[in-house]
Antibody, heavy 118, light 110 residues
Framework: EVQVLESGGGLVQPGGSLRLSCAAS????????MSWVRQAPGKGLEWVSG????????YYADAVKGRFTISTDNSKNTLHLQMNSLRVEDTAVYFC???????????WGRGTLVTVSS | QSALTQPASVSGSPGQSITISCTGT?????????VSWYQQHPGKAPKLMIY???NRPSGVSMRFSGSKSGSAASLTISGLQAEDEADYYC??????????FGGGTKLTVL
């Protein structure tokens, strides 16, 4: 079955760190761009970061640049998002998404909730 | 960069057609034919409905269609059905190698 499954969310204090993971299956992981998209409670979608297939270039939204790092482990078909210096406004459900390039997303996970609060 | 502009809500009766607009700028919709539309039901993950302005992924109903003119795009749903009631988001690739979403439109089927 073609799917992506996120993990690693949880409650963290402002200024803290968290690492999200996304396990992919059913497709050639290294051949596709992958992205993280988040959705704050009751709000709309916000693209966070993307990485091109085969360990290619990385891209970030201005809101997370310098704090978040996207990476892949092609040996484990896994996407990661290292989130440092977390802020209250980073609270959201984080979705992993497979893309056609980083311009659109044709496969989404169910999301993992990140709550930044003291 | 500000979000793309969508109406907060639209509504229609079963069988009717509705159109959701999405307005951007010369640095996103106006620059690239990389507009996508997503459907999201409450508590669910988004689903790609239209990509690259007017292309439907396999399995998406022909009732869904997209178009673009200048810096604005639109999604049309014909033959409205109860299961179409959801939130809809547009998105576009941008000149800064990022993706920008619209604020979302809540579709109500009366």
């Amino acid at each position: 079955e073609v799917q992506v499954l996120e993990s690693g969310g949880g409650l963290v204090q402002p200024g803290g760190s968290l690492r999200l993971s996304c396990a992919a299956s059913g497709f050639t992981f290294s051949g596709y761009a992958m992205s993280w998209v988040r959705q704050a409670p009751g709000k709309g979608l916000e693209w966070v970061s993307g990485i091109r297939g085969s360990g290619g270039s990385t891209y970030y939204a201005d809101a997370v640049k310098g704090r978040f790092t996207i990476s892949t482990d092609n040996s484990k078909n896994t996407l990661h998002l290292q989130m440092n210096s977390l802020r209250v406004e980073d609270t959201a459900v984080y979705f992993c998404a497979k893309g056609m390039g980083i311009r659109n997303f044709d496969l989404w996970g169910r999301g993992t909730l990140v709550t930044v609060s003291s | 960069q500000s979000a793309l502009t969508q109406p907060a809500s639209v509504s229609g009766s079963p069988g009717q057609s509705i159109t959701i607009s999405c307005t951007g700028t010369s640095t996103d919709i106006g620059r690239y034919d990389y507009v996508s539309w997503y459907q999201q039901h409450p508590g669910k993950a988004p689903k790609l409905m239209i990509y690259d302005v007017n292309n439907r992924p396999s399995g998406v109903s022909m009732r869904f269609s997209g178009s673009k003119s200048g810096s604005a795009a639109s999604l049309t749903i014909s033959g409205l059905q109860a299961e179409d009631e959801a939130d809809y988001y547009c998105s576009s690739y941008t000149t800064t190698n990022s993706v920008i979403f619209g604020g979302g439109t809540k579709l109500t089927v009366l």
